[in-house]
């Protein structure tokens, strides 16, 4: 048996080239995103645990809302923002390193109490849990899990804080790993699940500020924030 | 020119001409077959008769995917799945465009014109691969009987990329058993926008260049002595990219992202890691971690799968297919390096693996017959299951 000579073409060669450049302009596509932020930092980078959901943050400030599916949170839905799933018989459940709400427009110059009703799945025989509760970047308490029972928290957001996002509160809450990365990457976090919340302001001048976030109003400089175990 | 000599020639061809071959009546009729039997499970089991219901039954998990693709194109900010975070632009274009046009051109649904599309396609592709089984015509039997009364026969019936991968797959490993790279570089190019998986012919082909040249006496050093001179290769292996290229740029005018396609994976809990080490998790599970001794978890279901998947490419290998075997291989490895989940769906869409099982399987005469009714049997019990929107099957 004998190999057939191959004749080379230019025609080939020329569109190799072709295909070549063409790769070249693909590649700085790949190498030279365009996209927002957030997509970025969820998709990209995957620094972000969650892509946050477009809503209007819409709340009837001092109404409180129930996550619990059929209730007027289910319907509403509009300040479950990112980090948690949509509601369902057990409230709205988070996935992630934290979940986060967004209350459109709060009134200015007011201290909040933020109450919620909670619970995560842990029990007595884990080590406890903490879920820092943070508010436009500022720390505002800590949740403590040592149970399955339901956790009520309540904690004060003073003004200052308040005000560091005028258009809109950013809640976040911030729960523990609790293992190793699972074969999607994701790490396994503690889940937290919000049954029900509110958003009271304050009369103004009738603040509780004992968070430290309000001391550092007072103070200076930030100290740790204050542990502030929920009652089970 | 002697007449005595033309006129049987003429009635030869006249004969030729009228005589369908059976490797191309094979598919169809056992494509009817199997649509006949499963609507009439469909019926027996729902007491619809309704067509339209069953092939809406049918029509599971990405075949709406891929439904709402070729009705409303590429989505637009992610918001689908619990966590917010999915949307359609991991699924890659040509079957979707394709339903698309035959809804133009024929005002069929995209339900309807799709899965026939589907089921054509699956027809085209096994009479395709009749060369690739160099004459063994029980294991195109059983390849075929797979595809159309096998236990995943759903995938070829309703709106998947596996029908035309199949088809592409097997047209590509057809031109480059001819030859015919550049013809293979085409098919290797719409495999890259089928399915990224697709841009794994690209080695392929250098590979099977380089069987045929042994095969045609050539020593191995000649091969790579005179590569720089085979333009036709080169040419083959820089199409096979140009597909998924195109997709990469649509996606960077749509999103933004030309690797949109890769990042909206972690929304389906995808991400690179170590395959084996996947493999590993999903074989022991369900034992170290559950506890189940009792039943197949998915898991274990998935893992077998590409245990599977993966001793077959080996046996490609060991028959000296090589490039079957490296495509077969990587086409597991790929998928399974971000999970474990739907390699069931994705070994069965690999044609080698396909049509290495069907030769072993048609090897030995009794192992024929017993998986003949063994297929049947579980195509159609599995058919509630994969109605019933079965992570199994999935």
């Keep these: 048996m004998t190999v057939a000579r191959f004749k080379p073409r230019l025609w080939h060669l020329a569109l190799v080239v072709l295909i070549g450049v063409f790769e070249l302009g693909v590649l700085w596509l790949v190498l030279h995103p365009r996209v927002a932020q957030d997509y970025y930092d969820y998709y990209i980078s995957r620094e972000a645990s969650c892509f946050p959901r477009i809503v209007s943050g819409y709340y009837p400030w001092g109404k409180p809302v129930s996550f619990v599916s059929g209730r007027n949170g289910y319907q509403r839905d509009s300040i479950r923002w990112c980090g948690f799933q949509a509601p369902n018989a057990t409230g709205i459940r988070s996935f992630g390193d934290y979940g986060r709400l967004k209350l459109a427009n709060p009134p200015k110059d007011r201290d909040f109490v933020l109450s919620f009703s909670s619970w995560a799945n842990t029990d007595q025989n884990k080590p406890k849990r903490d879920v820092r509760v943070s508010v436009n970047g500022e720390d505002v308490g800590i949740l403590t899990f040592t149970t399955a029972k339901r956790l009520n928290g309540r904690l004060i957001v003073p003004a200052w804080v308040a005000a560091l996002k005028p258009e809109a509160m950013e809640i976040q809450f911030t729960v523990p790993r609790t293992g190793p990365a699972g074969t999607n990457g994701e790490p396994q976090t503690l889940q937290l699940r919000l049954e029900s919340f509110l958003a009271q302001p304050l009369p103004v001048g009738d603040a509780t500020t004992d968070t430290g976030a309000a001391q550092k109003l007072r103070r200076g400089p930030a100290p740790p924030p204050r542990v502030r175990s929920g009652r089970a | ?394």
């Design chain 2, 1 to 394: 020119m002697d007449d005595s000599f033309a006129e049987p020639r003429i009635a030869a061809a006249k004969r030729w001409t009228w005589r369908i071959p059976a490797y191309i009546l094979l598919p169809f009729y056992l494509m009817l077959i199997g649509v006949a039997l499963r609507y009439a499970v469909y019926v027996r089991l729902t007491g619809h008769w309704g067509f339209s219901d069953y092939l809406r039954a049918l029509c599971v998990y990405d075949c709406n995917a891929y439904e709402r693709l070729a009705l409303n194109g590429y989505e637009g900010r992610p918001s689908g799945f619990d966590k917010g975070d999915a949307n359609n632009w991991a699924f890659f274009p040509v079957f979707s465009i394709m339903v698309w046009a035959l809804n133009r051109l024929t005002g069929l649904s995209m339900l309807v014109g799709g899965s026939i599309l589907s089921l054509l396609l699956t027809v085209w592709g096994a009479i395709i691969s009749w060369p690739l089984f160099e004459r063994k015509f029980r294991a195109y039997f059983l390849f075929c009987f797979f595809l159309f009364l096998g236990p995943f026969s759903y995938y070829f019936n309703t709106l998947y990329t596996e029908s035309l991968f199949i088809l592409l797959t097997c047209a590509g490993f057809v031109m480059l058993r001819r030859g015919d790279y550049v013809m293979a570089g085409v098919a290797g190019l719409f495999l890259s926008a089928t399915r990224s998986t697709g841009l794994l012919f690209a080695p392929a082909i250098l590979i099977g260049a380089f069987q045929n040249h042994l095969r045609d006496g050539g020593r191995p050093l000649d091969f790579f002595k005179t590569l720089w001179k085979r333009t036709d290769l080169m040419l083959a292996v820089a199409l096979v990219p140009v597909g998924l290229s195109i997709f990469a740029i649509y996606l960077y005018l749509h999103s933004g992202d030309a690797l949109a396609f890769v990042h909206i994976q972690r929304a389906w809990g995808r991400t690179f890691q170590n395959p084996f080490g996947n493999l590993w998790q999903s074989l022991t599970v369900q034992f170290l971690t559950n506890k189940n001794y009792s039943s197949i978890s998915t898991d274990l279901a998935f893992g077998l799968a590409a245990v599977a998947g993966i001793a077959l490419s080996a046996a490609m290998a060991w028959r000296g297919k090589w490039d079957w075997a490296i495509f077969s291989l990587f086409a597991v490895l790929l998928p399974l390096s971000t999970n474990t989940y739907s390699m069931l769906r994705f070994v069965v869409g690999i044609a080698p693996v396909l049509i290495m099982a069907a030769v072993l399987g048609a090897e030995r005469k009794w192992l024929f017959y017993l998986l003949l009714p063994a297929l049947l049997i579980l195509d159609v019990m599995l058919l509630p299951t994969w109605t019933g929107r079965s992570y199994y099957l999935m």
